[in-house]
């Protein structure tokens, strides 16, 4: 349902129903550059799905152009509809893996077919983490002892494990209530030993850095929540999400805000009660009221939650996974 700027997504969303978007030769895509990792390499986005790019011209940060599929030698070539270049990907995958694919890939690496296994799919996607089972396993069986919070454990496991930080399960307790409004009674740690987790997270660029936030007034606190910012390798913020708890009514909202270039250009919401329906309306009507071009969409819960955010997708090429 969409209403003005804003997109409403009012269907229950199945992590493992995905839609079918399969491309084909000759399929026509749209292509962003990302980033210029040199030697005329580059990260890229194709129909949704991020790779890596060999160009033999040089291509600008932020660049986006349509481009027609083929195949030579093993190799997806796009071929630029406004030249003449050829842009050479080895690996590209090129269609959204449906459910029988993907529950074969979680077989084969020995998770769950659940939709705990497949957030952490997304999450070390995004992160640009080789799949291993054994890791994925460590992770899964962890992650499953925070019961109500297993996805967000996933999630914050995964950022420890890629930037090498050692932990225990208590100070991921602490750090999990910190950063999620849980009950002071629940947290198991002291807040240096959060801190310290925290800090250790924070002082390893060019991936996700987590605060958490309070809100006070004069009268005490009105609400407490946590910032979560993802940074590429170009140090540009690319994903801001926010999470409140907002005491008065213990309403809690998220919000995924979606960055290109510096610039914001698409936010995600939801949150408990009507009121977040109106608090979008105000929003968009802000936002335009002072020329931003930035959509918004009403979702699931689900969808946005912690910090893989449901983003990543996986894709399949030629019937190989």
């Given at each position: 349902?969409?209403?003005?700027?804003?997109?409403?997504?009012?269907?229950?969303?199945?992590?493992?129903?995905?839609?079918?978007?399969?491309?084909?030769?000759?399929?026509q895509v749209l292509v962003r550059i990302i980033a210029d990792k040199g030697g005329g390499k580059?990260?890229?986005?194709?129909?949704?799905?991020?790779?890596?790019?060999?160009?033999?011209?040089?291509?600008?940060?932020?660049?986006?152009?349509?481009?027609?599929?083929?195949?030579?030698?093993?190799?997806?070539?796009?071929?630029?509809?406004?030249?003449?270049?050829?842009?050479?990907?080895?690996?590209?995958?090129?269609?959204?893996?449906?459910?029988?694919?993907?529950?074969?890939?979680?077989?084969?690496?020995?998770?769950?077919?659940?939709?705990?296994?497949?957030?952490?799919?997304?999450?070390?996607?995004?992160?640009?983490?080789?799949?291993?089972?054994?890791?994925?396993?460590?992770?899964?069986?962890?992650?499953?002892?925070?019961?109500?919070?297993?996805?967000?454990?996933?999630?914050?496991?995964?950022?420890?494990?890629?930037?090498?930080?050692?932990?225990?399960?208590?100070?991921?307790?602490?750090?999990?209530?910190?950063?999620?409004?849980?009950?002071?009674?629940?947290?198991?740690?002291?807040?240096?030993?959060?801190?310290?987790?925290?800090?250790?997270?924070?002082?390893?660029?060019?991936?996700?850095?987590?605060?958490?936030?309070?809100?006070?007034?004069?009268?005490?606190?009105?609400?407490?929540?946590?910032?979560?910012?993802?940074?590429?390798?170009?140090?540009?913020?690319?994903?801001?999400n926010i999470e409140c708890n907002w005491l008065s009514n213990n309403h809690k909202y998220l919000?995924?805000?979606?960055?290109?270039?510096?610039?914001?250009?698409?936010?995600?919401?939801?949150?408990?009660?009507?009121?977040?329906?109106?608090?979008?309306?105000?929003?968009?009507?802000?936002?335009?009221?002072?020329?931003?071009?930035?959509?918004?969409?009403?979702?699931?819960?689900?969808?946005?939650?912690?910090?893989?955010?449901?983003?990543?997708?996986?894709?399949?090429?030629?019937?190989?996974?």
């Amino acid at each position: 349902m969409v209403h003005g700027g804003i997109s409403v997504y009012t269907g229950q969303l199945s992590r493992l129903g995905l839609p079918k978007q399969t491309l084909r030769e000759g399929s026509q895509v749209l292509v962003r550059i990302i980033a210029d990792k040199g030697g005329g390499k580059y990260e890229g986005s194709v129909a949704g799905a991020r790779v890596s790019i060999s160009s033999k011209q040089p291509l600008a940060t932020g660049t986006t152009f349509t481009a027609s599929i083929t195949s030579k030698n093993g190799q997806i070539l796009l071929t630029p509809n406004f030249g003449e270049t050829n842009i050479a990907q080895q690996t590209f995958e090129l269609s959204v893996m449906q459910n029988e694919q993907l529950a074969t890939l979680l077989q084969n690496l020995g998770l769950n077919q659940d939709d705990l296994s497949y957030h952490l799919l997304q999450q070390m996607k995004q992160l640009e983490m080789k799949l291993e089972p054994s890791l994925l396993s460590k992770i899964y069986n962890l992650s499953v002892k925070f019961k109500g919070k297993e996805k967000r454990a996933a999630e914050l496991i995964s950022i420890l494990a890629k930037k090498g930080i050692d932990f225990s399960e208590e100070e991921l307790l602490a750090l999990l209530n910190e950063l999620y409004s849980a009950d002071n009674e629940n947290q198991s740690s002291s807040n240096e030993n959060q801190n310290v987790l925290i800090n250790k997270i924070n002082s390893i660029k060019n991936t996700w850095q987590l605060l958490p936030y309070e809100i006070v007034s004069a009268v005490g606190p009105l609400a407490k929540g946590s910032l979560g910012f993802f940074v590429d390798e170009a140090a540009s913020l690319k994903l801001l999400n926010i999470e409140c708890n907002w005491l008065s009514n213990n309403h809690k909202y998220l919000f995924s805000l979606e960055y290109l270039n510096g610039l914001c250009t698409n936010i995600k919401m939801s949150g408990e009660g009507t009121d977040v329906t109106k608090l979008a309306y105000i929003l968009d009507e802000r936002l335009s009221a002072n020329d931003k071009q930035i959509s918004i969409e009403l979702v699931e819960p689900e969808l946005i939650e912690g910090t893989a955010c449901g983003k990543e997708e996986f894709f399949a090429f030629g019937g190989e996974i």
